[in-house]
C-alpha cells in the first residue's frame, strides 16, 4: 500500500498505518450512447444546418429586459427608436431589419421542435417525439444522461452527436443547444428525420434489452391467448395462463456482475475537528 | 484484486436486489410496489451491514420512499438554474420529493476520480460514455 499521509510533526518512529479502503457497491449498469460513425455525424449536422439554414429558424432575442423596460416584446415602433438613442446597435444588425418581436422566425416550425433539454425530456414522457438528438460534449454529462433510458423506454431512436451545440446553436441563434428533439407531427422536418433514423446506431440498456425483445415475441403472446401450442415450443405450455405471462421473457434477464468499487478515502477532505480532549493540536 | 472483500455475499445480494427491481420495472411498469419493496429491502441491508453505496446507485433511489427511480417512469428530471448555478432536479412522483445536483462542468465527484481507483475498476464513471 502507498504511505500514508502522516500526522504531521510527529517522529518517523511511528508505524505507517495502512490505507483504509473503502468498498462500494458500484452500479451494474453503464449507461452508454451508441456509437456514432463520423460520417454520419458530419451527415447528420451537414443536413439539419441545411434545413434549418433554408427555414431561416432563428430566434431573435432583444436584450432590453436588462434595461428595466417591461413588456416590449410587442411594442415595435417605440423600441427601435430607443434602440438606437442607447447606442444598442447590436440588436438592430439583424437580417430583418425591421423590428422584430422577441420570439422564434417561422413560429410553426418552431412548434415541431423540441428544443432544449427540458422540453425534450417532457416531449419524450408525453411520447410525442420521433427522433432525439443530443450533443456529447455535455459537460458534466449526467445532464443527458437521463434521456438515453428515457427515450429507451419509448422506443425513440436516440444519439449523441459530438459538436451538436456548437454547429447549431449559431445557426439558430441560441448560445447552446444540448439536446433535439423532433416531434411526430413535423412536416418540415419530415424527410431529414427519415433520412437520419436509419443511420441511428441502437440504444442499449440493459435492464430494458431483454424486455424490448418482446416486440417479436407478442405474436407469440397472442397465440398463446388462442391456444396455439405450435409456435411456443418451449415448456411453457404446462404452465397455467398466469404464469406463461410472467414467463413470456424467455431470455430470463441476465444477471449483470457485481461491480465493486474501492475507494481510497480523500485525504484533503474536509472534517470537523474533533472535539476529544486528548488531541491538543486541535 | 477484489477477492479479500468483506460482506462480499451481501454485495452480491444488494446488487442482485438492484437489478431485480429495474427488471420488474422493465416488465410491469405498474407495479411499482414491487420495485420499492426490493428497493427497501436493500436499504435496510445496507444500513444494518453498514455499506457504502457508490453515489450513482444512491441517486436513483428516493431516499424519501426508496423507489427506483427511472426518469420518464417514476421521476421526472429537469434542469433547473438557481442563484446562478445550473441544477439538475430530480422529483419522485410517488412522494414528490426533489432531490437537487448540481451541475458544474468543473466538478467531479471523489470517488470518480482516477486517483480514488485502487485499479480495480475502470476510472471512468457510470454515465460517462466515453
Known amino acids: 500500500m502507498a504511505a500514508a499521509p502522516q500526522a504531521p510533526g510527529r517522529g518517523s518512529v511511528r508505524k505507517t498505518r495502512p490505507l483504509p479502503v473503502k468498498t462500494s457497491l458500484n452500479n451494474p449498469y453503464t449507461i452508454r450512447w451508441g456509437a456514432l460513425d463520423r460520417e454520419d455525424m458530419h451527415f447528420i449536422l451537414q443536413t439539419l444546418e441545411d434545413r434549418i439554414k433554408s427555414l431561416g429558424l432563428q430566434k431573435t432575442e432583444d436584450r432590453k429586459r436588462k434595461r428595466k423596460q417591461p413588456a416590449l416584446k410587442t411594442q415595435s415602433g417605440d423600441t427601435c427608436s430607443m434602440d438606437v438613442d442607447t447606442g444598442e446597435g447590436l440588436k438592430e444588425e439583424k437580417p430583418e431589419g425591421e423590428p422584430q418581436a422577441s420570439g422564434w422566425t417561422p413560429a410553426d416550425v418552431r412548434k415541431q421542435l423540441a428544443i432544449g433539454i427540458n422540453e425534450v425530456t417532457r416531449a419524450l414522457e408525453r411520447n410525442e417525439l420521433l427522433l432525439v438528438l443530443a450533443c456529447k460534449s455535455a459537460k458534466p454529462a449526467i445532464v443527458t444522461a437521463h434521456l438515453v433510458p428515457l427515450s429507451a423506454s419509448r422506443g425513440v431512436p436516440a444519439c449523441q452527436v459530438p459538436r451538436l451545440s456548437e454547429r447549431l446553436a449559431p445557426a439558430m441563434g441560441l448560445t447552446c443547444v444540448l439536446a433535439l428533439g423532433f416531434k411526430r407531427n413535423t412536416a418540415a422536418f419530415a424527410e431529414e428525420v427519415r433520412a437520419i433514423i436509419p443511420r441511428v446506431p441502437r440504444l442499449d440498456v440493459p435492464w430494458l434489452r431483454d424486455t424490448l425483445e418482446d416486440p417479436g415475441e407478442n405474436p407469440e403472446m397472442e397465440s398463446l391467448e388462442s391456444q396455439d401450442k405450435e409456435i411456443l415450443d418451449t415448456s411453457f405450455e404446462d404452465l397455467p395462463k398466469s404464469k406463461r405471462k410472467l414467463a413470456e421473457g424467455q431470455q430470463a434477464a441476465v444477471l449483470q456482475p457485481l461491480k465493486i468499487k474501492k475507494l481510497i478515502p480523500n485525504p484533503n477532505k474536509i472534517r470537523k475537528p474533533p472535539k476529544s480532549k486528548k488531541t491538543a493540536s486541535k | ?130
Open chain 2, 1 to 130: 484484486m477484489a477477492g479479500q472483500v468483506k460482506d462480499r455475499e451481501a454485495f452480491q445480494r444488494l446488487s442482485f436486489l438492484y437489478q431485480a427491481a429495474h427488471c420488474v420495472l422493465a416488465q410491469d411498469p405498474e407495479n411499482q410496489a414491487l420495485a420499492r419493496f426490493y428497493c427497501h429491502t436493500e436499504r435496510t441491508i445496507a444500513k444494518r451491514l453498514v455499506l457504502r453505496r457508490d453515489p450513482s446507485v444512491k441517486r436513483t433511489l428516493c431516499r424519501g420512499c426508496s423507489s427506483l427511480l427511472i426518469p420518464g417512469l417514476t421521476c421526472t428530471q429537469r434542469q433547473r438554474r438557481c442563484k446562478a448555478q445550473r441544477w439538475t432536479v430530480q422529483t419522485c412522483l410517488t412522494c414528490q420529493r426533489s432531490q437537487r445536483f448540481l451541475n458544474d462542468p468543473r466538478h467531479l465527484l471523489w470517488g470518480d476520480r482516477p486517483e480514488a481507483q485502487l485499479g480495480s475498476q475502470a476510472g471512468l464513471p457510470w454515465w460517462h460514455s466515453g
